[in-house]
C-alpha cells in the first residue's frame, strides 16, 4: 500500500466526538490559532478554536469494500410512518460503530446504504459480524425487524479525486445487491484473503456462481456462517444461479393431490410438455413453480422460471428465453438458446403463453433440438402440440356445509385464512364466521386470487361484512354477459375491491394499467397521479387493497406491478373513464424524457445507472413505442403528437439499441418512425435516419447503409445543420471504410472534422478525428494517425468520456504496432486494460486482447501471442461480433510471423488454449514480461 501524508484544517464539532476513525467530519466556524493534532487524538478543542486534524490518506493498492443496504425501506418507512427515522438514525450508528471499531474507510452514505473501503479483508468481515450482531440485539420501534444485508468484495479499485473507481466497485455493489436482510455475501477474492485466518466458529458456505448485470465473467458468492449469525435465506437475487425460480411469499395451500398427480405425468417416460390451462386466477402460475421446484434435483442443469406475460411475438419470446437460461443475447437468440440448451437436462418454466400465437412453433424447436429438455407451461390454453400433455387446473375445494373442521379443512378456506392472517393476527375459522366464510369460498367459486382478494379485507371488514358486500358485486358483474362465466367472478372481486376505493385512488388505480413490466414511483406520480396526490401514499394504499404487487429492484428501490388480469381490468375501467387515450400519451411522453435524460447522460459518469434503468424498462419502452407509432393503433388519422413522442423515443434510444444488441427491434422502430412522418422534413426525421443509418452498419449491410446516410447528407445540408451534418458527415465516412473506399471516408471524415472545429464543436471533433486515424491505420500511415489519436484522446479526456478515452488508447496502440513500435504498444495496452474492462465492451475488449496478441508477436513472444489471439477471438465468438476486414487483414499480418516461427501445430494448440482464458486471465498473462516463459 502506498500512503502519503495529508492534513486539513477541520473544526471542533460537539455532535460527532472523535473515535478513532480515519477522517472526521468536524464543522463549526474558525476562531483562534490553529493547533496540529495527529488523527489518533480526540478532538477535545474547545468550541471555536480551529485545529489541524493530519488525516491518513486513503489506501490504494488491494482494499476490501463494503457495500450495505436496508432490505425493503420503502415498506418499513410505510410501517413505522414517522418512526423510521428513529430505525433511520440507529441502524446508522450501529453500522458506523462497527466500521469505526474496525478501521474502516466510510467512503458514502446515502439513506440507509454504507459504502466503505477496508485496508484488510479480515478488518471488513469482523466489521460486518459486529454489526449484524448489534442490529440483532437492537429493540426497533413497534417490535418490527431491520435487516441489513451486506456485500464485501476484495479488488483494485483505482483512486480518482477522494474517491474511487473502476469494475471492482461496480462488482462489489453487484455483489451486495443480491443478498437478502441479515445475510453476509462475500466474492472468492475476498474468501482468498479471508479463508486461511477464519476463526473455528465460522465458516463460508458456497452459494456457487452467479451471473451479475453487466458483468460478463460470473462471480462465485460465499455466505458468513456461525457466530449466531442467520444461515437460511432465500436464493440469491442474481441473473443467472442454475435454478432461477422465483421464490413465493407464502406457502402453497391445498394443492397436495395436484402436485403429486403432476409430478407422477412429468416422471413418465416420453412426458415432456406439460400445459397447465385454466382460468386467470385459478393458479396456474403458483402450481407450475411449485411442481418445478419439486422437481429440481431431476434436472442436473437448471430449472429455469421465463416470465413471458408481456411478450406477443416468437422474437421476443427467444430473446427472454435466452436471457432466463444465460445463452449468449449478442447473437441470433434462437441459435443462441438451442446451444445452450442442447445436450443439457433442463426444465423451462414458460409462463403466460395464451398471448403468444406464435409459442408453438418455438417450444416444437427448443424440444426437438434439446432431447433433455422439459417444458411446463402455464397458459388459458392448450399448446396443440402433438406429445402435450394438458392438465386443467381445478379451482380450490370449496366446503359444502358441514361442521367447523369440515369447513376449515378444505382447501379455499385453508387459503382464506392463511390470506386474512396476514392482514389480522391470530384469524381463525371459528364457530361464529365458518359458514360466513364458507359462503365467501363458495361465492368465489375457489379462485385463489379472487380469495386472495377479498381475504385482504378482513381487516376492515368481518367475514359477514364482507359477504354483504360480495353479493352485492356479484350480482352486478353477472350481467357482463359478454366475458367468459369465470372471468364474471374474478372480475366482480376486482370491480368490488375497486368500488371501496377512493375515487381519487380510482383514478390512480386506473392509470396504473397502462405500464408493462411495472414501474417505479416517479413514473406513478407523473403518469398515474393528479396533482398533489403523493404517489407514495397512493401505492401504499393500494398494496393494502392486494390491487399492485410490491418488489425491490436491484438498486434498491421499490417497483410497482399488477396482475395481468388486474392491469386488464384496471385498463377496461380507464377506457369506460374516456381517459386512455390522454393516459397513454402521458406514459409515452414520460418515458420520452426518461429515454433523452439517459440519451444525455451515455458518455458521463452515470452511464452504467442509466443502461440499467433501460433495460428495466424495457417493456414500458416498448408500449410507448408501440402506442405512439404502430400504425394498428386505433385512430390514428391526424395524431402528430403520437407521431411526435415516437420520433422522440426512437432518436433518444437509438445509441441503447446499438450498443446493447437490441439492432433488430431498433430498425423496425425507426423505419415506424420514419414512415409514420413521410412527407415531412425536419432535424427530428434526418435524426432517425441517421441512427437507421448506424443500426444497418453495425447488421453489416452497409451497402445499404451508405446510401441511407447519403440521403441523410442531402437533409442536413438542406437544413443548414452544421452539427447533424458533421455528423451525418463521419458516420458516412465509417460506411466507406468498411466498404473498403478509403479516398472517400478520408474525404467525409475531414470535411466532418472541418466542420467540428469551425464550430468548436468537440464532442464531434474528438469522434472524426478517431475515425480518420483509423482509416490512416488501415491505409498503413500510423505516423498520419498517432497525432489525431492523441489529440482524440486529449478532448475526451476533457470531456470526462471515459469509454472513448479508452477506445482512442486501444487504437493508439494499433497504430504503434503498425509503426514497429511493438514495445510501447504492449505497455501502453497492458496499462488500461483495466480501464477497458471497466466499460463492460466486449468489442473494445477483444480489440485489446488481439492487439496485445499482435504487439507480443512483434516481441517474439509467439506462444504467449497465440494464446491472446485465441481469448480475443473467443470473446468475439462469444459476443457475435465478427471481425472487421480491414482489421483482420491487419492483425493476421502481425501474427503470420510468429506463426511460422513456432509451427502450425504449436500455434493451433496454444490459441485453443487462449480461447478458454477469461478476459481477465488473458490480461494477466499479457502483463507478464515479454521476454518470461509461456506457463
Not at 394 to 406: C, I, K, N, S, T
Not at 861 to 873: F, H, T, V
Request: glycine fraction near 10%; charged fraction near 20%; proline fraction near 5%.
Amino acid at each position: 500500500m502506498r500512503r502519503t501524508a495529508t492534513c486539513h484544517v477541520r473544526y471542533p464539532c460537539q455532535r460527532y466526538p472523535y473515535q478513532g476513525y480515519p477522517y472526521q467530519r468536524i464543522v463549526g466556524r474558525e476562531a483562534g490559532p490553529v493547533q496540529a493534532i495527529p488523527p489518533q487524538t480526540p478532538a477535545h478543542a474547545r468550541p471555536g478554536r480551529a485545529i489541524l486534524v493530519v488525516m491518513d490518506p486513503l489506501p490504494t493498492g488491494t482494499v476490501t469494500m463494503l457495500f450495505s443496504d436496508i432490505e425493503g425501506s420503502t415498506a418499513l418507512l410505510s410501517r413505522l410512518g414517522d418512526r423510521y427515522g428513529e430505525a433511520l438514525s440507529a441502524q446508522r450508528r450501529i453500522v458506523r460503530a462497527a466500521i469505526n471499531s474496525f478501521h474502516g474507510r466510510e467512503m458514502g452514505t446515502e439513506g440507509d446504504s454504507f459504502f466503505v473501503v477496508f485496508e484488510f479483508a479480515q478488518d471488513a468481515l469482523r466489521a460486518c459480524v459486529q454489526a449484524q450482531h448489534a442490529l440483532q440485539a437492537h429493540r426497533w420501534p413497534q417490535e418490527t425487524t431491520v435487516r441489513v444485508r451486506m456485500g464485501l468484495h476484495t479488488g483494485e479499485p483505482v483512486r480518482l479525486e477522494e474517491g474511487y473507481v473502476g469494475m471492482d466497485l461496480n462488482r462489489a455493489a453487484r455483489i451486495a445487491s443480491t443478498a437478502h436482510g441479515g445475510q453476509i455475501v462475500l466474492s472468492d477474492a475476498t474468501r482468498r484473503q479471508v479463508a486461511p485466518g477464519l476463526p473455528p466458529e465460522m465458516d463460508l458456505l458456497d452459494l456457487g456462481s452467479h451471473r451479475l448485470k453487466d458483468i460478463d465473467e460470473p462471480e462465485h458468492i460465499f455466505q458468513l456462517t456461525g457466530l449466531g449469525l442467520p444461515v437460511d435465506f432465500p436464493p440469491l437475487k442474481s441473473l443467472g444461479a442454475q435454478t432461477s425460480l422465483p421464490v413465493p411469499a407464502t406457502p402453497l395451500v391445498g394443492r397436495d393431490d395436484e402436485l403429486a398427480e403432476l409430478r407422477a405425468g412429468v416422471g413418465q417416460v416420453g412426458v415432456r410438455l406439460v400445459t397447465l390451462t385454466g382460468p386467470g386466477g385459478v393458479g396456474k402460475t403458483r402450481l407450475g413453480l411449485a411442481l418445478a421446484g419439486s422437481l429440481n434435483q431431476a434436472f442436473s442443469s437448471g430449472v429455469f422460471f421465463v416470465p413471458l406475460a408481456t411478450v406477443t411475438n416468437a422474437d421476443v419470446m427467444w430473446k427472454v428465453i435466452a436471457d432466463s437460461v444465460g445463452a449468449d443475447t449478442d447473437r441470433e437468440p434462437a441459435t443462441t438458446v438451442v446451444e445452450r440448451l442442447a445436450g443439457r437436462q433442463a426444465l423451462l418454466v414458460l409462463d403466460n403463453l395464451e398471448q403468444l400465437g406464435e409459442a408453438a412453433g418455438v417450444i416444437s424447436a427448443l424440444l426437438a433440438a434439446a432431447p433433455g429438455l422439459t417444458v411446463i407451461a402455464t397458459s388459458r390454453r392448450p399448446i396443440h402440440l402433438q406429445g402435450e400433455v394438458e392438465y386443467a387446473v381445478p379451482a380450490l375445494a370449496v366446503p359444502d356445509g358441514g361442521d367447523v373442521e369440515a369447513i376449515a379443512g378444505s382447501a379455499a378456506v385453508a387459503l382464506f385464512v392463511q390470506q386474512a392472517g396476514l392482514v389480522r393476527r391470530g384469524f381463525a375459522v371459528t364457530p361464529a364466521n365458518a359458514a360466513d366464510i364458507a359462503a365467501i369460498c363458495r361465492r368465489l367459486d375457489g379462485l385463489p386470487l379472487a380469495i386472495e382478494l377479498a381475504a385482504s379485507r378482513v381487516k376492515l371488514l368481518p367475514p359477514r361484512a364482507l359477504l354483504a358486500r360480495l353479493g352485492d358485486s356479484l350480482d352486478l358483474a353477472a350481467t357482463d354477459i359478454d366475458r367468459p362465466g369465470r372471468q364474471q367472478t374474478l372480475r366482480s372481486t376486482i370491480a368490488w375491491s375497486y368500488d371501496l376505493l377512493s375515487s381519487e385512488l380510482a383514478d390512480v388505480f386506473a392509470r396504473m394499467g397502462v405500464f408493462a413490466g411495472g414501474c417505479d414511483l416517479d413514473a406513478v406520480g407523473a403518469v398515474a397521479c393528479p396533482p398533489g396526490v403523493d404517489p407514495l401514499q397512493a401505492i401504499s394504499d393500494l398494496l393494502d387493497a392486494s390491487l399492485v404487487t410490491i418488489t425491490e429492484a436491484a438498486d434498491g428501490e421499490p417497483r410497482v406491478g399488477m396482475l395481468v388480469t388486474i392491469g386488464e381490468y384496471a385498463v377496461d375501467r380507464l377506457a369506460r373513464s374516456g381517459g386512455l387515450v390522454e393516459t397513454r400519451q402521458r406514459h409515452a411522453d414520460y418515458y420520452a424524457r426518461v429515454a433523452e435524460q439517459a440519451d444525455g447522460q451515455r458518455h458521463g459518469p452515470h452511464q452504467l445507472i442509466w443502461l440499467d434503468r433501460l433495460e428495466i424498462e424495457h417493456d414500458n419502452m416498448r408500449s410507448a413505442l408501440t402506442w405512439s407509432l404502430d400504425s394498428a393503433a386505433a385512430d390514428r388519422a391526424g395524431d402528430e403528437g403520437r407521431a411526435r413522442t415516437g420520433l422522440r423515443l426512437v432518436n433518444a434510444l437509438s445509441w441503447f439499441w446499438y450498443g446493447h444488441n437490441y439492432a433488430t427491434d431498433g430498425r423496425h422502430w425507426l423505419e415506424l418512425a420514419i414512415d409514420q412522418a413521410a412527407g415531412e422534413e425536419g432535424p427530428q426525421l434526418a435524426q432517425a435516419v441517421h441512427g437507421l443509418g448506424i443500426l444497418l452498419l453495425q447488421q453489416g449491410e452497409h451497402e445499404r447503409a451508405r446510401a441511407t446516410l447519403e440521403q441523410n447528407l442531402t437533409v442536413w445540408r438542406r437544413l443548414g445543420d452544421i452539427a447533424g451534418l458533421a455528423r451525418g458527415l463521419n458516420s458516412l465516412g465509417v460506411a466507406h471504410r468498411l466498404l473498403g473506399q478509403c479516398d472517400l471516408a478520408r474525404e467525409r471524415l475531414a470535411e466532418s472534422i472541418a466542420l467540428a472545429r469551425a464550430e468548436a464543436d468537440d464532442s464531434r471533433l474528438t469522434t472524426a478525428l478517431s475515425n480518420l486515424a483509423v482509416v490512416e491505420i488501415d491505409c498503413e500511415e500510423p505516423e498520419r494517425a498517432m497525432p489525431m489519436l492523441r489529440e482524440a484522446i486529449a478532448l475526451d479526456r476533457r470531456l470526462g468520456d471515459l469509454w472513448a478515452v479508452a477506445s482512442g488508447q486501444v487504437n493508439l496502440a494499433g497504430a504503434m504496432i503498425l509503426a514497429d513500435r511493438a514495445a510501447e504498444a504492449h505497455l501502453l495496452l497492458c496499462s488500461i486494460a483495466g480501464d477497458v474492462a471497466a466499460q463492460g465492451d466486449q468489442l473494445l475488449m477483444s480489440d485489446t486482447l488481439e492487439l496485445l496478441a499482435a504487439a507480443l508477436a512483434k516481441l517474439g513472444a509467439d506462444a504467449r501471442s497465440a494464446r491472446l489471439a485465441g481469448a480475443g477471438g473467443a470473446l468475439r465468438e462469444t459476443a457475435g461480433l465478427p471481425i472487421s476486414a480491414p482489421d483482420k487483414q491487419l492483425l493476421w499480418r502481425a501474427l503470420g510471423p510468429a506463426r511460422e516461427r513456432i509451427g502450425h501445430d504449436a500455434w493451433k494448440r496454444a490459441y485453443a488454449a487462449g480461447q478458454e482464458l477469461t478476459a481477465a486471465q488473458a490480461v494477466e498473462l499479457a502483463r507478464q514480461p515479454a521476454g518470461r516463459p509461456l506457463p
